[in-house]
């Protein structure tokens, strides 16, 4: 029992206070605690939340803690046995921990690092910020090993400001000596509106992920169908170029057997009649080689007793007439047969037979040889020539990417559109001239008629074009606080700049240039833009691709930011010029 105890020393220890449980309760993520070490890291955590201080899992409903009685049991177990539980070797840090600045000896690793002490704690040395007043004030976060870069390398004090202008965190002392007069804010407060603004630009990558995530599954569906068609149409025309070999096939079998039949009903006469012509020759054959024998006897009276009497006519062999008409020409052969006779006596011949056939340069089966060709070149035009009737047409898909956006002004004068503003939208304050390309801020409120498009509250004005598709501009500005943006045309007229202003809601987007600040806004959330700009402004719309891009133009093309996002309308492109008297803003023209 004590070997065992023993083992699980480490078991019935609390990560908290590092000693054996008092009370130990187990919460849902299943590791146990004493129940006041839980109960105090939950009531004075900076984390309202409550948590497990190993694993991190968050419980909402704050558990009620009971007492676990079991648990207990085994704890009073081990305390009589007089042993009390060592501190595990996993509380001890590492090469890569941050390691407690306040244990002596071997260090354990720190749970909190404070911001205001710039120290790290492990859970023993924590216990001072839980319990004393005035550490109760200190900033405590997660152990870091970087807390000497919030000290002030000048002044050696807690760098607790941000200076806009400069972009950088200073000490108290930076914000009233070098940075004096800069825009300066507190680094809380920076951090604030930074979060609000990534939690923005989250929303809207979030929003672009589902769009995108759509996107795929319309284009999955859309190679499924694809590939379901294919599949089918495959199946199909196999199956009739099947039917198709089968027909040929069958067809040629016809044929054959066709010309076959044709050939034996040709040839068979001619056979017979090779086959009575090859017997007369033979008959002939043996009474020629009886006259020979009787011509070659010398005895002179047994010749003239078995040779016929001498006669001036040819000698004649009776045949019947046998007519035939070989292949497909009409001639008659006309053949006396051989007569066999018993005596030597033989009749001259009287008639002799003529075959007549055709010459041999002619070709049998002709006609079925043009036919058969014929279908064969019917056939290679189908195939060849008229096979376009069943090639497949192209599938165009709109995959919803962009073209690539040109790298050079080159490029982008290619896209160039003329712009120019509507006199129906203008703000009294403004005048328009050059052809209503250029709008310029005047103290003095112009007489224009009213009109439900015209911007009332604040110096705007829109464009008469309306874009889509990919397009490109330039806005040559003349003093400080202008702002270049495009907007759907549904943006608000007469309610305050959070419905109307440029970029100050979901309708617009409108890129600040001030002299001292710079910004790309929507829907009211700035984006800093560090990059130095020029008088002249280049923007870059690809509609169809939802990327709005923003340049600042001189010898060379600067990119001062890019915004990629849907749109869902058509853009119009609008203008806002500052507060003092004169300043002004021009669509360039462009070659």
């Excluded at 000596?177 to 979060?195: I, L, N, W």
């Excluded at 000698?315 to 052969?333: M, V």
């Excluded at 003095?444 to 009109?451: A, I, N, T």
């Excluded at 409108?510 to 923007?539: A, D, E, M, Y």
Aim: net charge neutral; proline share 4%; with cysteine.
């Amino acid at each position: 029992m004590a070997q065992t105890v023993q083992l699980d020393q480490e078991t019935f220890s609390c990560s908290i206070c590092l000693d054996l449980l008092k009370h130990p309760v187990a919460i849902p993520c299943g590791h146990s605690y004493c129940m006041n070490c839980i109960k105090t890291y939950w009531d004075e955590g900076e984390n309202k939340i409550p948590s497990c201080p190993q694993c991190r899992e968050t419980f909402i409903p704050r558990p009620e803690l009971v007492k676990n009685t079991m648990l207990a049991a085994l704890v009073e177990e081990m305390k009589k046995t007089g042993l009390q539980a060592a501190p595990a070797d996993h509380c001890y840090a590492g090469p890569e921990d941050v390691a407690c600045d306040f244990c002596s000896g071997r260090k354990r690793k720190a749970v909190k690092s404070c911001l205001a002490c710039l120290a790290s704690y492990c859970q023993k040395h924590l216990q001072p910020h839980h319990d004393a007043a005035p550490f109760k004030k200190h900033k405590l976060v997660d152990p870091s090993k970087n807390l000497q870069d919030n000290i002030c390398p000048r002044h050696d004090e807690v760098m607790k400001m941000f200076c806009r202008t400069d972009e950088k965190c200073i000490c108290y002392l930076c914000s009233v000596e070098e940075h004096k007069g800069h825009d300066t804010v507190t680094s809380a407060a920076e951090r604030t509106e930074r979060q609000r603004e990534m939690e923005g630009r989250r929303q809207q990558i979030q929003h672009e992920i589902r769009g995108r995530e759509q996107d795929v599954k319309m284009l999955q569906q859309e190679a499924e169908a694809i590939n379901q068609s294919a599949d089918k149409t495959v199946e199909d025309s196999e199956e009739i170029f099947t039917e198709l070999i089968s027909l040929l096939q069958k067809r040629s079998s016809e044929v054959k057997q066709q010309i076959r039949s044709q050939q034996e009903t040709e040839v068979s006469p001619i056979r017979e009649l090779e086959e009575k012509l090859q017997q007369e020759i033979g008959e002939l054959k043996r009474r020629d080689a009886e006259k020979k024998e009787l011509l070659d006897t010398e005895d002179h009276n047994y010749f003239i007793r078995n040779s016929p009497s001498l006669s001036p006519v040819f000698w004649s062999i009776h045949s019947s007439s046998t007519s035939i008409r070989p292949l497909t020409h009409s001639s008659s052969t006309s053949i006396r047969p051989l007569t066999h006779t018993s005596s030597f006596r033989i009749r001259p011949l009287t008639h002799s037979s003529s075959i007549s056939i055709r010459p041999l340069s002619l070709r049998y089966f002709q006609d079925v040889a043009a036919a058969v060709s014929e279908v064969r070149g019917e056939l290679q035009d189908i195939l060849r020539n008229r096979w376009t009737h069943v090639s497949l047409p192209d599938t165009e898909v709109d995959v919803l990417l962009s073209q690539s956006e040109p790298t050079s002004r080159a490029g982008f004068l290619k896209y160039s559109c003329e712009i120019t503003l509507d006199p129906n939208t203008v703000n009294t304050r403004l005048i328009l001239s050059e052809e209503n390309r250029k709008a310029t801020l005047t103290d003095k409120d112009q007489p224009y008629s009213d009109h439900p498009d015209r911007f009332t509250k604040h110096h705007l004005v829109l464009s008469r074009e309306s874009l889509t598709g990919r397009h490109y501009w330039e806005v040559e500005k003349k003093g400080d606080e202008v702002l270049i943006a495009v907007s759907y045309k549904i943006i608000s007229r007469i309610k305050r700049w959070t419905a109307s202003g440029f970029g100050a809601n979901d309708k617009s987007w409108g890129l600040f240039c001030g002299s001292k600040v710079s910004g790309l806004w929507h829907n009211s959330i700035r984006t800093s833009i560090s990059h130095p700009q020029s008088s002249r402004i280049g923007v870059y719309l690809d509609h169809g691709a939802g990327v709005l891009s923003f340049y600042s133009v001189s010898d060379t093309m600067t990119l001062l930011h890019r915004v990629q996002t849907s749109f869902t309308q058509p853009l119009y492109v609008g203008l806002s010029v500052g507060n003092k008297d004169g300043a002004s803003a021009e669509f360039c023209k462009l070659k």
